[in-house]
């Protein structure tokens, strides 16, 4: 095989892996009125959907480059495709059981794939790093908003209506399978600066580690609640079903455009405290948007979006802005994800409690918009230009996102 149609169908892997990493789980909010109906489900229980993934990614990424270092790169990424299309299968089964295990199962798979996605990057494309992860962020974008915008007209294009729509997201990882499997020759350990290697404990008892955790943890925790309640929330707005899928994929498409800005310009800047500020005060004026003016839905729809997408963008180039070599990012990385991702696991759930209580999105959106506050108070701190060993400015130094 030519080495450019080699490069070629490597790329078109990777970019196939990045859309697996986010579709089948955003695709779902779409479709919650529709399960919570079909399956009699509470608000509260609807919100799990989204919480559990994040559940699996906070307890299986600390395992994911044990598994790569033990059976390879290559392996482990086609394990993780196979898992995700097992978790859309068993989850589009159509009982309520079935709902819950197919999602934990999936999110299983996605976390792996989230953590040796961007070892991958670092072993092919070591020069242009920043570049591809911009091109793999607007990929996973991109798939959110395309699975997002399909969802509800699946679901009615159906008999099975809600489990024909979950089930057709089968598709993205066969598809990927199929153009992995020239790879499979390969078994390449991860990186060094990507394995979860154990010597973190410098990194754990730092509080620019902390602030730079909690700013990713925060952005998660408020972008997981307008992912999973968009829809709900614009449809009591009274949006349609197929109005509300539609700028639900907005938001998934606004939230991968800062990864073509931002990326680029990081590492230039002396520090990124103004632009953590500013990005996360986005994210609370389109909030309070929202709640206030549901009429412009669709211009606070892609506020959030891109002031959420580039606080996500801004807090993975922290782990490499913040440490001081290949092995203290890995230790922050993990520590920013298992924390992050607990932090995030609490909001979906806890949004819809709230909503079943009061009957209305005016509490927890007031709750979102704190949120914001407090995203924007941790970002002054972590996007001061210093490194945790505090010897030297790190505005100047190479952006690697490694989480």
């Not at 998660?220 to 707005?237: H, K, M, N, V």
Request: charged fraction near 10%; glycine fraction near 10%.
């Amino acid at each position: 095989m030519k080495r450019s149609t080699q490069s070629g169908l490597l790329i078109a892997g990777i970019l196939l892996i990045a859309a697996n990493l986010r579709a089948p789980i955003t695709g779902v909010a779409p479709l919650l009125s529709m399960l919570s109906e079909s399956l009699q489900l509470s608000t509260t229980q609807a919100g799990l959907l989204t919480t559990l993934p994040l559940l699996a990614f906070a307890i299986v990424s600390p395992i994911a480059s044990y598994l790569a270092k033990e059976y390879g790169l290559e392996p482990s990424i086609m394990g993780a495709l196979s898992i995700i299309a097992l978790g859309i299968l068993i989850r589009s089964s159509g009982s309520v059981t079935a709902l819950y295990l197919g999602t934990v199962i999936l999110g299983c798979g996605i976390a792996i794939g989230n953590v040796l996605l961007p070892s991958l990057l670092k072993r092919d494309f070591p020069a242009r790093i920043a570049t591809f992860t911009a091109v793999y962020a607007l990929t996973m974008g991109v798939g959110s908003a395309i699975g997002s915008a399909v969802a509800v007209p699946l679901a009615q294009f159906h008999d099975n209506g809600w489990a024909f729509s979950m089930g057709s997201f089968i598709v993205i990882p066969l598809l990927s399978m199929a153009l992995w499997l020239p790879q499979m020759r390969n078994h390449t350990q991860p990186s060094e600066d990507t394995r979860g290697l154990p010597r973190g404990g410098k990194v754990w008892r730092s509080p620019l580690a902390w602030q730079v955790t909690f700013f990713l943890g925060f952005n998660s925790f408020i972008s997981y609640i307008i992912i999973g309640w968009l829809p709900t929330i614009l449809i009591d707005a009274g949006y349609s079903a197929s109005q509300a899928g539609a700028m639900h994929g907005l938001l998934q498409l606004s939230t991968a455009i800062p990864g073509l800005l931002l990326i680029p310009v990081l590492g230039r800047l002396k520090d990124q405290r103004g632009l953590a500020f500013s990005v996360s005060a986005a994210a609370m004026l389109s909030i309070l948007g929202l709640l206030y003016l549901p009429q412009l839905a669709m211009l606070w729809t892609v506020i959030f979006g891109f002031g959420a997408g580039a606080g996500l963008i801004l807090g993975l180039s922290f782990i490499s802005l913040r440490t001081d070599n290949p092995h203290q990012a890995a230790a922050l990385s993990g520590m920013s994800q298992s924390v992050g991702y607990l932090l995030a696991a609490t909001g979906p759930a806890l949004v819809g409690s709230i909503y079943s209580v009061t009957n209305s999105w005016e509490t927890p959106l007031a709750l979102c918009a704190s949120a914001c506050g407090l995203c924007a108070l941790f970002g002054l701190y972590a996007g001061r230009g210093l490194t945790i060993n505090g010897q030297q400015s790190a505005g100047s130094e190479k952006v690697i996102v490694v989480s």
